[in-house]
């Protein structure tokens, strides 16, 4: 993926500042950051915050705006498992905060 594809995917590279999701769909009422997902499910990625270089690290893990991902164990405040593109991801609190998603 190149910086330019990149750009129109990470909000944060891009420095957007509207609530919408890839594809330019908005987020629904039910949006909000990956740590305070209350069920396990399907969850759609709206938006990536953070610095540059948090941003950068969720990009190469695949974490991006328009992808969707399976939340394993959601536990509100704390840390959670993601599962995308067939890999696991053990987020903390501060990465996970920094994830804005809405349910499937």
């Known amino acids: 993926m190149t910086l330019k594809e990149l750009n129109k995917k990470c909000h944060c590279f891009a420095r957007k500042t509207l609530r919408k999701c890839s594809g330019g769909e908005q987020c629904g009422p039910h949006h909000g950051p990956l740590s305070e997902s209350c069920r396990a499910g399907k969850v759609k990625i709206c938006k990536v915050t953070g610095d540059r270089k948090l941003c950068a690290r969720m990009a190469s ?24 593109h067939g890999g696991t991801l053990s987020l903390d609190r501060v990465t996970s905060n920094n994830i804005i998603v809405r349910s499937v």
Do not use: D, F, M
Request: hydrophobic letters at 40%; a negative charge; one cysteine or more.
């Open 61 to 84: 893990l695949g974490v991006i705006p328009g992808e969707e991902a399976e939340l394993i164990c959601p536990r509100a405040g704390s840390q959670c498992i993601l599962k995308i």
